[in-house]
């Protein structure tokens, strides 16, 4: 009789609870999701104001496709390596060259 009283209350009872516990966490889990991509949008809308109101200029449409394909199209092959000035040198020859 106890038996069957744990099967017809205690089993429903326990797979409610975890069963809600589990599907909890996927709701939440969207949730956070959400708030973490809004939260990325805003940090770059405000990054793209603060850059135009310094001056920079920003490319619109910019995809990586895009980025890839200028890339790709630069000669690699040859290139001559330039030192940077340290600090205590003089920067004109360094200015000549650029």
Not at 11 to 31: C, D, E, K, M
Not at 72 to 85: H, K, V
Request: hydrophobic share 35%.
């Amino acid at each position: 009789m106890s038996r069957l009283k744990f099967v017809r209350v205690g089993l429903p009872f326990f797979a409610i609870v975890l069963g809600s516990a589990y599907g909890l966490h996927f709701f939440q889990q969207v949730r956070f999701d959400f708030r973490k991509i809004k939260q990325e949008d805003d940090n770059l809308e405000l990054l793209r104001s603060d850059l135009t109101k310094s001056g920079l200029r920003l490319r619109e449409g910019v995809t990586v496709d895009s980025v890839y394909k200028e890339v790709a199209e630069l000669d690699t092959d040859s290139w001559e390596n330039i030192r940077g000035p340290r600090d205590t040198e003089d920067l004109t020859d360094y200015n000549r060259i650029k």
